[in-house]
T-cell receptor, first 110, second 114 residues
Framework: QKEVEQNSGPLSVPEGAIASLNCTYS??????FFWYRQYSGKSPELIMS????GDKEDGRFTAQLNKASQYVSLLIRDSQPSDSATYLC??????????FGKGTKLSVKP | ETGVTQTPRHLVMGMTNKKSLKCEQH?????MYWYKQSAKKPLELMFV???????ENNSVPSRFSPECPNSSHLFLHLHTLQPEDSALYLC?????????????FGEGSRLTVL
């Protein structure tokens, strides 16, 4: 199993809908998880971090962590065209670095 | 200047050239990283400098040579590269504490090897 896995998409949702992005991880990834957003031609920017089981909400974004299932998700409520980007899931590596998934491309249609 | 800055933003080089990428962080962090981003592949960690000491290499070819003169500056020296080395090279920094900290990325250096 790859260390951090994501469905590459593209995921297409209509404006105003909920976008659901999913990520699974292996035993080699530690228990700190991050969601980064990367617009085309730009560098990744952090939008959510989650360290413990359960949900964490920040505005329209909710991160969910299930350690038993080794599963992390990001929900985006009331999706906007400006949310169209690639979303990268990342987990903690052994040296303080982050291990990234391939990213899921999200397209929000007006 | 704030955050993490990288220069140059774009670089085109021949296979026999020698060039360097530069990164500077203004965040007071204690760790710096080089990541490589190629199309349809995950971000690949190349080098980690934690407290100025290189702690991870990830089997990067010797044609890539990192240098970290202090905790704010990081270089990636390039020589005799191959066309498959064309990619976006991202520098990042973080404050390494007990838990893995978030990474702050620079805008990247887009490298094309002819």
């Amino acid at each position: 199993q790859k260390e951090v896995e994501q469905n590459s998409g593209p995921l297409s949702v209509p404006e105003g809908a909920i976008a659901s992005l999913n990520c699974t991880y292996s035993d080699r990834v530690s228990q700190s998880f991050f969601w980064y957003r990367q617009y085309s031609g730009k560098s990744p920017e952090l939008i959510m971090s989650i360290y413990s089981n359960g949900d964490k909400e920040d505005g329209r974004f909710t991160a969910q962590l299930n350690k038993a299932s080794q599963y992390v998700s990001l929900l985006i409520r009331d999706s906007q065209p400006s949310d169209s980007a690639t979303y990268l899931c990342a987990g903690g590596g052994s040296q303080g670095n982050l291990i990234f998934g391939k990213g899921t491309k999200l397209s929000v249609k007006p | 200047e704030t955050g993490v800055t990288q220069t140059p933003r774009h670089l085109v080089m021949g296979m026999t050239n020698k060039k360097s990428l530069k990164c500077e962080q203004h965040l007071g962090h204690n760790a710096m990283y080089w990541y490589k981003q190629s199309a349809k592949k995950p971000l690949e960690l190349m080098f980690v400098y934690n407290f100025k000491e290189q702690t991870e290499n990830n089997s990067v070819p010797s044609r890539f040579s990192p240098e970290c003169p202090n905790s704010s500056h990081l270089f990636l020296h390039l020589h005799t590269l191959q066309p498959e080395d064309s990619a976006l090279y991202l520098c990042a920094s973080s404050q390494v504490l007990e838990n893995t900290g978030e990474l702050f990325f620079g805008e990247g250096s887009r490298l094309t090897v002819l």
